[in-house]
């Protein structure tokens, strides 16, 4: 295994070392701050090819590696001596394996933003133009899609291909974890993994890449009742193409903050005019919330009696009182352990009981 050290150029000589038969079979190349060695014939075969740090990769699992991820190109992110891969393959010195034509006859039903009527959509940009715009610098969204399909390709033979009972991923939403974090992955908001805030955690929503941190592949990593997200895709969950415009794929300033917020209201599940907590990604009708909220009030940044109640547990000394104590204590004291407690309980309360007129259910005694 050759490495860097090896070369056989002298220091301060530029030389296109990808033409000397030294490099017939491999190659030193970099991915930001990441050195490696790429095998060729591996390369051209379509499996892992960079060996780096012990570990081999494919291109795009090394781009990963290398935190270079949200680039999905990793024709122009992985070098040879700072000239991009891209310019190697154009010019004949590296051959690759590309799935996109027979990839994109396969998924033309699969994707979302194409209607019936034009299924030629899907292969409207040639190969050729989109390398002719990659190389004077435009990142093209044909080129995206075609870095998409050879990452799906790469996935599916690293995987071993198994059936997926469908019937156990039914429903709206599906229970994902990746290591010790877990979530509730929203089908509805799903987009791609660097797309669309489809995760929700108890702290916040997050995209399938940011959910694994930028430290793994969240295709890989992030597993639903055993089964990884790569196994569900088409199957379960539908990638949007990538030249698709809508809310999730290419958000206004206003729609992204929206994706920071439930959908629906937290405590009766149903959808409306919602008011966002701006600590939390709960979202509350106004009578929903305790209190209820008056919009001329709220300002401009507002945090609901979950977070308030989280905020200030630090700051109350928790006294054991006895019920006689407690009886007697004043209720000022205490409004916002009660409002935390009343909305714990409406939260629960799945018959509704507690969000209807008391007075109208409660046969009040006069002493």
């Not at 039914?170 to 799903?190: A, D, I, N």
């Not at 809508?246 to 937290?266: G, I, K, R, Y």
Request: proline content about 4%; aromatic content about 8%.
């Amino acid at each position: 295994m050759h490495s860097l050290s090896a070369s056989p150029v002298k220091k301060g000589e530029k030389l296109d070392i990808w033409a000397l038969d030294f490099y017939q079979t491999q190659l030193p190349v970099t991915c930001g701050d990441k050195k490696a060695t790429l095998d060729r014939n591996r390369l051209a075969k379509g499996s892992k090819c960079i060996l780096s740090q012990g570990h081999w990769f494919t291109p795009s699992g090394f781009e990963e590696f290398a935190g270079k991820g949200r680039w999905k190109n990793w024709k122009l992110s992985i070098r040879c001596q700072n000239t991009p891969l891209l310019e190697l393959i154009k010019e004949g010195h590296l051959n690759v394996t590309s799935p996109m034509k027979r990839k994109c006859v396969e998924k033309q039903s699969q994707r979302q933003l194409f209607s019936p009527s034009s299924p030629e959509s899907c292969s409207s940009t040639s190969s050729e133009e989109m390398e002719e715009s990659v190389g004077q610098g435009v990142k093209r969204n044909g080129e995206e899609e075609e870095e998409e399909e050879d990452e799906e390709e790469e996935d599916e033979d690293e995987e071993e291909r198994e059936e997926v009972d469908l019937s156990e991923f039914e429903g709206p939403t599906l229970p994902v974890s990746c290591g010790s974090v877990s979530g509730v992955l929203f089908k509805s908001r799903f987009a791609s993994g660097t797309r669309g805030r489809s995760i929700r955690t108890e702290e916040c929503w997050l995209t399938p890449q940011e959910f694994v941190k930028q430290d793994g592949y969240w295709r890989r990593d992030i597993k639903c009742q055993g089964k990884t997200l790569n196994s569900l895709l088409q199957k379960v969950l539908k990638v949007h193409s990538m030249l698709c415009k809508c809310s999730l794929c290419h958000p206004t300033e206003e729609q992204q903050l929206d994706q920071n917020n439930d959908d629906q209201c937290f405590i009766c599940n149903s959808h409306g005019d919602l008011v966002c907590c701006d600590d939390c990604p709960r979202a509350f009708h106004n009578d929903c919330h305790i209190p209820a909220l008056q919009n001329d009030t709220l300002g401009e940044r507002w945090m609901c009696t979950y977070c308030v109640w989280k905020n200030n547990q630090r700051l109350w000394r928790h006294v054991a009182m006895t019920e006689e104590q407690a009886l007697k204590s004043r209720v000022t004291q205490y409004f916002l352990h009660c409002e935390y407690l009343l909305l714990l309980m409406c939260k629960e309360d799945t018959q509704c009981v507690f969000r209807k007129d008391p007075s109208t259910m409660v046969r009040l005694t006069l002493l």
